[in-house]
């Protein structure tokens, strides 16, 4: 590491659709931002496979080509892109100094666009099966469910807000839980029990999603926690509904995050730290949206948060 470490204006935790737009912005503004990618450079979106719903794409797109091309957009107006992890931050000097492996990087403002990560099972065939059957995103996905059977996977809320939305597409939705309780909100359990194309597994666990070698979801293996019992379940779709994991621990006693480890935000994309505005600070995407966790909305506050990020350079002579 040399001696001179070079001061950064604004560095881009991230390479998802918030972070590649907060890139194009901020380029286009000639700020030359360097965006660390981290450990899943391009996000959920990269592990996507036909998004229907990013507008200006009449036929869809697929997720990695979407981000392919946000990324040249971004380089083109002078964007950095750096293979990445980031290991330890420091807020509290000016500027903001990133560890990144041995390396020291400055900066006099960051955003933070480190996404949220998929709770999965951790199966290897349901590994093998994601985007062939196998998702973590109704609203993505829920179209290609059309007219079949299909599962969700899940007790809380998350689980019977996906299963609840995919009746719209799936004449059957079975809802599988590993215990006999749910930690779902009276109201939403009692929505989905009165729905009448969905029904409910208790005490289940998936062991296998079937049809790996097809590359097509064919079912899935599942077993009885209590008598051991193994039957197969006939399903085209299986749906995660067990939660996201925000990627923000690192910032944990910096910057305010809510019991789940989501980033609170005010206005949109400032971040605060015990309720005081950290000027120069900003999150954008899914490390502070547990609500809609759409391409399209991480996409709007990555403008966000690289608009403020210009606005915050000026004000401070830059």
């Known amino acids: 590491m040399s001696d001179q470490i070079e001061v950064r204006d604004t560095v881009i935790l991230g390479s998802g659709c918030s972070g590649l737009t907060a890139a194009i912005y901020a380029a286009r503004s000639n700020l030359k931002p360097l965006v660390l990618e981290g450990h899943e450079p391009g996000g959920q979106l990269s592990i996507t496979t036909l998004v229907e719903n990013f507008p200006g794409w009449p036929d869809g797109v697929q997720g990695p080509e979407l981000i392919e091309n946000m990324k040249k957009q971004a380089t083109r107006f002078g964007a950095e892109l750096r293979l990445a992890h980031l290991t330890s931050v420091d807020l509290t000097t000016s500027p903001f100094e ?41 609203t993505c996905d829920g179209f ?14 998350s689980a019977m807000e996906e299963a609840l939305f995919l009746t719209r597409f799936a004449t059957k939705v079975t809802i599988i839980n590993r215990s006999e309780n749910f930690r779902a909100s009276r109201i939403m359990l009692e929505r989905a029990i009165a729905h009448p194309q969905i029904e409910f597994l208790h005490n289940t666990l998936v062991e296998e999603c079937l049809g790996v070698e097809e590359k097509d979801l064919k079912g899935l293996k599942l077993v009885n926690r209590k008598t051991g019992e193994r039957w197969m379940l006939p399903v085209s779709f299986m749906f995660l509904g067990i939660g996201h994991v925000p990627n923000a621990s690192m910032f944990k006693g910096q910057i305010d995050l809510d019991g789940d480890g989501y980033i609170l935000t005010e206005h949109n994309v400032f971040c605060t730290n015990q309720g005081i505005q ?31 990020v210009e606005k915050y350079l000026e004000e401070t002579g830059r």
């Open 98 to 138: 990133l560890t990144v492996g041995k390396d020291i990087i400055k900066t006099r403002s960051l955003i933070i666009a480190s996404g949220a990560s998929a709770r999965w099972l951790g199966l290897p065939s349901e590994q093998a099966l994601i985007g062939h059957g196998v998702s973590s995103c109704a």
């Open 144 to 157: 290609f469910a059309s007219g079949k059977e299909i599962a969700v996977i899940g007790g809380g809320d």
């Open 278 to 308: 950290l000027h120069g600070v900003y999150a954008c995407g899914d490390v502070q949206d547990r609500r809609y966790r759409q391409a399209i909305t991480a996409a709007g506050t990555g403008c966000m948060a690289a608009l403020e």
